[in-house]
């Protein structure tokens, strides 16, 4: 079974056509800069549960969403 997400503007679409964007967070106590773009490339959370995500339509529209996912199953509960 495919996950889709809603596009308002292309309606429902499989994800293959979105990119994830995670805007990452480092922790003000790495100071040093090699070490700052190891944990924002790497360092990602992995919430179990109700997240919200934000998702480029980079081959429909090319717009962001911003949708809230159940990462446990995969649902889309809404956007």
Known sequence: MSV????????DRPLEEFLHGEIPTVPSTIEDPDARDLDRAFMHS??????TERWFHAFGCRRWLTVVRDT????????
Not at 72 to 79: A, I, K, L, N, Q
């Open 72 to 79: 446990r199953t995969d649902e889309v509960r809404g956007s």
């Open 46 to 51: 992995n919430i179990e549960g109700l997240t």
């Open 4 to 11: 889709r997400l809603h596009c308002p503007n292309c309606g």
